[in-house]
């Protein structure tokens, strides 16, 4: 009896000290010689993800600045709220971002920041993705379903008639950051469900790529604001933590925070606030980040060695990422009695092909099909010139697309067994990388599930 006390004792405390050891996590303090960057999809990310940052980096001394990639201008509901009208003519999109812009000036002014410390690029909201997955290389502009604009229509924006390119977004991020020269940025998380925040990480990851031997590497602290059914509980609780979803708590990423005083907080909640085109529909939500912390961390690279084995069972995989997690699965599909368990996704590179290996829970009987992204990357080509492949399943079938063309290839390849399915795809196809920026979306039937984050893959 008293040695199952002394254990149970030594596990409470054992759990004390992770849980004190989990909080010893913190953002290493400013210095006067930082110079942050802060890198927000649309006006208003960098104020619920990063106001704290902002203003202890002023307290400290260092530089700021902010570089917002949209202006917004596609949240319709919001504006109806805010305007209380419809807004579908195309002058109406442009007035919404410049309502935006201007918020993003006074909610910026009262955390210490000047308008000329601000950057706007007024790429379209809810295109870039496409704009990144889709339109290089000379093709005719991606125009915006809404707008039917394809060229940045915001005359006071540093991209004021830049063509809704790739190269036109990676050019504009590529020149603030040898202009700048940061050693901290924050920017938007690869694991968040908006797809501008995934893309706008996606860019930065190919501008410093291609900056590598012009800039020193700075160090990169992802944010997230988009994820099913976090932070909870929602409206402004000053005294709670911000805490990583659930489903992120063991997953592989090193989160950090950053604590606020209590004035801060204040500062924080106030220039929310600033966001009345936004807060007179969405407060409730934008509100619930204004917390005692502000949180920040991103996946490991994954490296992977070539393996001589065509064989599965003498292929390891590597890189392990959970699928169907009960939060996403409940609200995005509706089926959890039908999806109880976690998948996993894994890779490893075979016979010069990458393999990606997608375990479905047991559970999971209906149609399983999914959309495979392989972004590639070669230090001698420019990537523009990279096949951007996209790779759509239906059971054993497949289509692959190279940017919006269908294409032709030899070698890849759908293995599709009770609980696992396995996708090979020759290197070559994505013209023999360095390293990779890969995603899948899976589906059952026609309703989505899951969405794994974009990890980065280096092949040795």
Not at 233 to 243: A, C, I, N, S, V
Request: proline share 5%; glycine share 6%; with cysteine.
């Amino acid at each position: 009896m008293r040695k199952r006390i002394l254990l149970t004792i030594f596990i409470i405390l054992a759990a004390c000290c992770k849980l004190q050891a989990a909080d010893l996590n913190t953002i290493e303090p400013f210095s006067k010689n930082d110079r942050v960057l802060i890198l927000a999809p649309h006006p208003d990310d960098e104020t619920i993800a990063c106001a704290g940052v902002i203003q202890q980096a002023l307290k400290a001394g260092a530089g700021v600045r902010v570089v917002y990639l949209t202006n917004g201008d596609h949240n319709q509901i919001a504006f109806i709220v805010y305007e209380k009208r419809l807004t579908l003519r195309r002058t109406e999109f442009i007035h919404m971002g410049e309502v935006r812009r201007k918020e993003a000036i006074k909610a910026m002014n009262l955390l210490g920041l000047r308008e000329s410390n601000l950057i706007f690029l007024g790429y379209p909201d809810f295109g870039t993705f496409t704009i990144f997955s889709r339109y290089w290389q000379n093709v005719k502009p991606y125009k915006s379903f809404l707008t039917r604009i394809s060229a940045v229509p915001y005359k006071e924006d540093l991209s004021f008639g830049a063509l809704y390119i790739g190269e036109s977004i990676l050019s504009d991020i590529k020149n603030v950051l040898l202009s700048y020269k940061p050693n901290k940025i924050f920017v938007s998380h690869p694991a968040d469900t908006n797809v501008d925040h995934r893309t706008l990480y996606l860019f930065l990851q190919i501008a410093l790529r291609d900056l590598n031997k012009e800039l020193l590497q700075p160090k990169i602290y992802p944010y997230l604001v988009h994820c099913v059914g976090w932070p909870l509980p929602r409206h402004f609780h000053p005294q709670l933590k911000l805490d990583p979803p659930r489903h992120f708590l063991n997953n592989q990423i090193n989160w950090l925070k950053l604590y606020l005083t209590p004035e801060q907080i204040d500062k924080k909640y106030q220039a929310i606030l600033c966001y009345k085109s936004q807060t007179e529909s969405s407060a409730f939500y934008l509100l619930a980040f204004a917390r005692k912390n502000e949180l920040f961390g991103d996946y490991p690279d994954i490296n992977l060695s070539k393996q001589a084995s065509v064989k599965e069972q003498g292929v390891s995989f590597f890189g392990f990422s959970d699928m169907f997690t009960d939060s996403d699965v409940g609200v995005l599909g509706g089926l959890e009695n039908i999806v109880g368990g976690k998948g996993e996704v894994s890779y490893a590179v075979v016979d010069n092909s990458i393999l990606i290996r997608i375990e479905k829970p047991k559970e999971f009987t209906r149609t399983f099909n999914l959309q495979l992204y392989l972004f590639g990357y070669n230090y001698k080509t420019p990537f523009a010139l990279m096949p951007k492949i996209r790779i759509v399943t239906r059971n054993n079938k497949f289509r692959v697309f190279d940017g919006r063309k269908m294409i032709k290839t030899k070698g890849v390849s759908v293995d599709l067994k009770s609980n696992i399915l396995i996708l090979k795809v020759p290197l070559d196809v994505l013209a023999n990388p360095d390293f990779i920026l890969t995603s899948i979306k899976t589906y059952g039937g026609v309703l989505p599930f899951d969405v794994t984050s974009f990890r980065k893959i280096y092949i040795k």
